[in-house]
């Protein structure tokens, strides 16, 4: 069964450093999300990409935050600038065109020290 | 706000049948789905519902009510793979076809 991948499966990274978290979406998904965990609270939504523009974005997706599919397999999402607030499970997510099922990849674990 | 209400933990015993009830802000619904998500892991899906009844997929069946602004998810024949955090998540026209989660219920199932 196809599966949405996550790389790397943990990150480590010092305040201020930029990080780049990469996401394979199942290949006939055209609906792409970025989520993330804070240890021990909800999944909390960061951004929705279609057609190689954002869809929608939530408060937490601000200018610090930016999404590319640079090619025809990888979505990625890059934190220019990272604060220690960053930490936290990120997970990538695809749905196809015709369901509402999001499938959820392993989630990339960012610690920023 | 898109505040969606659920329990922070229940317990029960393997067999037994649970209701993990949550509630939602009604204004712009769109939809209504329950994800399982494992200590560690990410979620999965388990239903979607977007009109009123109930939906049935094996052991577990989710409900919705729009008008009262409440589903449930009901889990029959507990065993202990169960243990996870069952999610509520919905979707909003106000935010197109993101997913809103409530912070999850944890439940554990003993023997």
């Known amino acids: 069964e196809p599966e949405v991948t996550q790389t790397p499966s943990h990150q480590v990274t010092q305040m201020g450093q930029e990080v780049i978290l990469r996401c394979v979406p199942i290949?006939?998904?055209?609906?792409f999300y970025w989520y993330r965990q804070i240890l021990g609270q909800k999944v909390e939504f960061l951004v929705s990409?279609?057609?190689?523009?954002?869809?929608?974005k939530s408060e937490i997706f601000d200018d610090q935050f930016s999404v590319e599919r640079p090619d025809g397999s990888n979505f990625t999402l890059k934190i220019r600038s990272t604060k220690l607030e960053d930490s936290a499970m990120y997970f990538c997510?695809?749905?196809?065109?015709?369901?509402?099922?999001?499938?959820f990849g392993p989630g990339t674990r960012l610690t920023v020290t | 706000g898109q505040n969606i209400d659920q329990p922070t933990e229940m317990t029960a015993t393997e067999g037994a049948i649970v209701q993990i009830n949550c509630t939602y802000q009604?204004?712009?619904?769109?939809?209504l789905f329950w994800y399982q998500q494992h200590a560690g892991e990410a979620p999965t899906f388990l239903s979607y519902n977007v009109l009123d009844g109930l939906e049935e997929k094996g052991r577990f069946s989710s409900f919705l009510s729009r008008s009262k602004g409440y589903s449930y998810l009901l889990l029959k024949e507990l065993q202990m793979k169960d243990s996870a955090s069952y999610l509520c998540a919905v979707r909003f026209y106000q935010a197109g076809t993101a997913l809103i989660f409530g912070k999850g219920t944890t439940l554990s199932v003993s023997s």
């Open positions: 009604t204004s712009g619904f769109n939809g």
């Open positions: 290949s006939n998904h055209l609906y």
């Open positions: 990409f279609y057609n190689n523009e954002i869809s929608e």
């Open positions: 997510a695809s749905r196809r065109q015709s369901s509402y099922e999001q499938y």
